[in-house]
């Protein structure tokens, strides 16, 4: 497979704030061998940090105090119930609402400093493509606003690996759900961000493409370093992707448990049928169990 990101590879992103331990290459930070390649083609991201981080909703409270660091350069996963708080910390990760109280640090800079340099890109739910423009376009827009290079072949490449060579032309509004998700996918990837926030990225995505998709995106982001943060309903996909899964409790949202994902990678779809593997997502969905309310009378 080419390589959509040539430039984000060899990018040189400067330490700051409580980076300190993120200076080790990235294979060593994600807890695996390291490579033949080593990984270490940039320096990772800085660690995130979450202090005492609430968020209100007038009278709803979605997400309890949670102090919280996440590895920079690592993937994690958020899982939970319905209605925990998942989005709501993606988008206080994102800056794109303020906690109602405390303090979040992505290394020396607010999510909003971040994203305001676009050093941060998310794929949501609501793939919130500009509907005047093509696949093409806004794929081309997801690094333009990024402030990179025009890369037209760097595109290309990215609309063929999540699944929509021949829709190049085509408007949001000619695209299936799950299609328009993919397009926001390699918007979001053609952004090359140092942090990659995905909300459900696959979720309305058919089996197959998921698949390709949970093989071959892991590599682009474990080379380059980014810091992945994603949602998902699915455990094993949470396994699969991750480094890390945070089971979130029922709003207001606490993390109930922090379980750590040391499986090698790359992770080929035959490690979903090994006991190692099998005996995490027991443990994740143990710890959502755990988390639920207690059923009974109220
Ligand atoms: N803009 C908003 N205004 C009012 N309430 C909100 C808003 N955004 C989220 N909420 C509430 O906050 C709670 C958490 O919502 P959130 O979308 O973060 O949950 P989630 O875990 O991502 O859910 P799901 O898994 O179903 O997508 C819910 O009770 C929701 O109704």
Redesign the pocket.
């Known amino acids: 497979m080419s390589r959509p990101w040539p430039c984000w590879a060899s990018r040189s992103i400067p330490a700051c704030g409580t980076a300190r331990s993120s200076r080790r290459p990235v294979a060593e930070r994600r807890g695996g061998p390291s490579s033949a390649s080593g990984i270490t083609a940039r320096e990772a991201a800085p660690d995130i940090l979450l202090q005492g981080v609430t968020r209100d909703?007038?009278a709803?409270a979605?997400l309890a105090p949670i102090d919280l660091r996440i590895t920079g350069g690592a993937v994690t996963a958020l899982v939970?119930p319905?209605?925990?708080?998942?989005?709501?910390?993606l988008r206080l990760l994102a800056g794109l609402i303020p906690p109602s109280r405390g303090h979040i640090l992505v290394g020396a800079e607010t999510p909003d400093a971040l994203r305001r340099r676009a050093g941060l890109a998310m794929a949501f739910?609501d793939a919130a493509l500009l509907p005047w423009r093509s696949v093409r376009g806004n794929v081309a827009l997801g690094r333009a606003l990024a402030r990179r290079p025009r890369d037209p072949r760097a595109d290309e490449a990215l609309i063929g690996l999540v699944g929509l060579a021949g829709f190049e032309t085509w408007r949001p509004a000619e695209l299936s759900g799950g299609m328009r998700q993919r397009a926001a996918i390699a918007r979001a990837l053609a952004a090359a961000p140092e942090l990659l926030l995905l909300d459900?990225p696959f979720g309305a995505v058919d089996e197959l493409t998921r698949e390709r998709l949970n093989a071959e995106l892991p590599p682009l982001w474990e080379t380059a370093g980014a810091t992945v943060i994603l949602?998902t309903?699915s455990v094993t996909e949470a396994v699969r992707l991750s480094d890390r899964v945070l089971v979130m409790t029922p709003?207001p949202a606490r993390i109930a448990a922090d379980i750590p994902v040391p499986l090698p990678r790359p992770r080929a779809e035959a490690l979903a049928a090994t006991e190692r593997f099998a005996g995490i997502c027991a443990a994740v969905r143990a710890a959502l169990r755990s988390a639920e309310p207690a059923a009974g009378p109220r």
């Not at 319905?82 to 910390?89: E, H, R, V």
Request: proline share 0%; charged share 15%; aromatic share 6%.
């Open positions: 909703f007038g709803v979605a939970g319905s209605g925990c708080g998942k989005s709501t910390l739910q459900e949602v309903h709003r």
